[in-house]
C-alpha cells in the first residue's frame, strides 16, 4: 500500500537527522538551509509486538512485517507559496504525500543557528501552516474561476463543487487549514480531488533536546505544541532527534539496552512511525502459517474480499470465505487448533470488514 508521510519543517529543526534516524538512509543532514534538495524516500518497518508473539507461536521459515513510508521534504521558509528559497518545487512535494509529519524545534543550541533568528514553536508551526494556506488559497481561486463558467450554465456538479470551494476558501482567509471545514461526505468526495495542501492530516513531532526528553511534558515549548495540535485536533509525539539518530545505529539486545539505560520503554521513532500508520486510518491484519507469518496493511473498514486482494488480486477475484482468529484469541490459546477447539475462528463472508489484529486465512477459487 503506497501510502506516505511528509517530514516538513523549517531549516534546522532537526528533520533530516529525524529522518535519517528512521530510515537510515543517509540523507544528507548540515547546519545550513537546504541541504535537503530532493526528497528522500525511505521504507521503515511498523513496529508490533503482535508479529513478534505470531512468530513465537508459529515457528514459520520467515517472518515479514508490514511497512509504511516517509518522504523526507526540504526546508520550507517564509514567502515559499510565492516562490521563496525552493518554496514552489517543495511545496509540490508535499502536494504528493498523504499526511505531513511536522517537526518542531523545542530546544535551545547555540551551535545550529534558526532561520528566524531565536526558537519560537509556535511562530515557526504558523510559518509553514500559512505558507500552505496561501498556495491552498491560489488552488482554490483558480479552480472557482474555472468552475463560474459552468455554474452561470446550471450544472449540477459544478454548483456542488462551487459551494465547497466557496466553504473551502472562508477557512482559508481567515488561515486556517480546509481539514477544519465541516464537509458532508460528498462535499469529502469533492474536496479531496482538490489535493489541497492543508486538507492532509497532520502530526507534530516536537523535537527536544537530550536532557529535556524524559520530563518534556514541563519543557514550556513542548506544551505550547500540545495547546496548538489540541485546538485544532492533531496529536503531539516528543523525539530528540540527537537520541534517535544514536539508538538507529544499534541493533536487538543493545537496542533494548540502552532504552532501558535511558529509562525510555519505547523509541520515539516507534511512536512517530505507529502514530504516523494511525494518521492515516491504516490497519494490520496477519497471514499464519509454516512457511511465513505476515503482516498486512490495509485501510479501516475494509472489507474480506480487498483484504485478500492486497495479497494477491487472484485472491480477491475468487473469494470465497475467511478463517478468521483475533489475535488476543489466538496468542491466549496458543495455537490455531486450539483456537479452533475453543470455537475462536470463525468463517467469515464477503461482507466481513477485517479488524486490526485479525489473523486470517482466505479461501478462494480461481
Known amino acids: 500500500m503506497a501510502l506516505t508521510t511528509g517530514i516538513v519543517g523549517l531549516p534546522n529543526v532537526g528533520k533530516s537527522t529525524l529522518f535519517n534516524a528512521i530510515t537510515q538512509a543517509g540523507a544528507e543532514s548540515a547546519n545550513y538551509p ?101 498556495a491552498d488559497l491560489e488552488t482554490v481561486e483558480k479552480r ?43 462535499e469529502e468526495k469533492i474536496a479531496k480531488g482538490l489535493h489541497l495542501l492543508t486538507m492532509k492530516p497532520v502530526l507534530y513531532v516536537a523535537n527536544v533536546s537530550e536532557g ?16 496548538y495540535a489540541a485546538n485544532e485536533g492533531s496529536q503531539v509525539i516528543v523525539v530528540c ?5 544514536e539508538i538507529a545505529e544499534l541493533e536487538g539486545d543493545e537496542k533494548q539496552e540502552f532504552l532501558d539505560e535511558l529509562g525510555i520503554a519505547e523509541s520515539g521513532l516507534d511512536q512517530l512511525i505507529k502514530a504516523a500508520y494511525q494518521l492515516l486510518g491504516l490497519e494490520t491484519y496477519f497471514t499464519a502459517g509454516e512457511q511465513e507469518v505476515r503482516a498486512w496493511t490495509i485501510t479501516e473498514g475494509t472489507k474480506a474480499p480487498q483484504a485478500a486482494g492486497v495479497i494477491h488480486s487472484d485472491f480477491e477475484r475468487g473469494f470465497i470465505r475467511a478463517e478468521v482468529v483475533s489475535y488476543e484469541d489466538l496468542a491466549t490459546e496458543g495455537s490455531m487448533s486450539a483456537a479452533k477447539e475453543k470455537g475462536k475462528v470463525r468463517l467469515e ?8 489484529g485479525d489473523v486470517v486465512h482466505f479461501r478462494f477459487n480461481v
Open 34 to 134: 537546504f541541504c535537503t534538495i530532493d526528497p528522500n524516500v525511505g521504507i521503515v518497518e511498523v513496529p508490533d509486538y503482535r508479529l513478534t508473539k505470531l512468530t513465537e507461536l508459529v515457528k514459520p521459515k520467515k517472518t515479514v512485517p508490514t511497512a509504511f513510508e516517509f518522504t523526507d521534504i526540504a526546508g520550507i521558509v517564509e514567502g515559499a507559496s510565492r516562490g521563496e528559497g525552493l518554496g514552489n518545487q517543495f511545496l509540490s512535494h508535499i502536494r504528493q504525500v498523504d499526511a505531513i509529519s511536522h517537526v518542531v524545534r523545542c530546544f535551545q543550541d547555540d551551535d545550529i543557528t534558526h532561520v528566524s533568528g531565536s526558537v519560537d514553536p509556535i511562530r515557526d508551526i504558523e510559518v509553514i501552516n500559512l505558507e500552505l494556506v496561501l
Open 144 to 186: 472557482m474561476a474555472k468552475v463560474e463558467k459552468q455554474v452561470k450554465q446550471k450544472d449540477k456538479e459544478a454548483i456542488a463543487e462551487y459551494d465547497v470551494l466557496s466553504k473551502i476558501k472562508d477557512s482559508l482567509e481567515e488561515d486556517k487549514p480546509a481539514r477544519s471545514v465541516e464537509l458532508s461526505d460528498e
Open 212 to 227: 529535556e526528553l524524559l520530563e518534556a511534558d514541563e519543557n514550556p515549548k513542548v506544551q505550547k505544541v500540545k495547546e
Open 349 to 356: 463472508g464477503k461482507e466481513y470488514i477485517v479488524k486490526d
Open 241 to 245: 532527534a540527537k537520541i534517535e539518530a
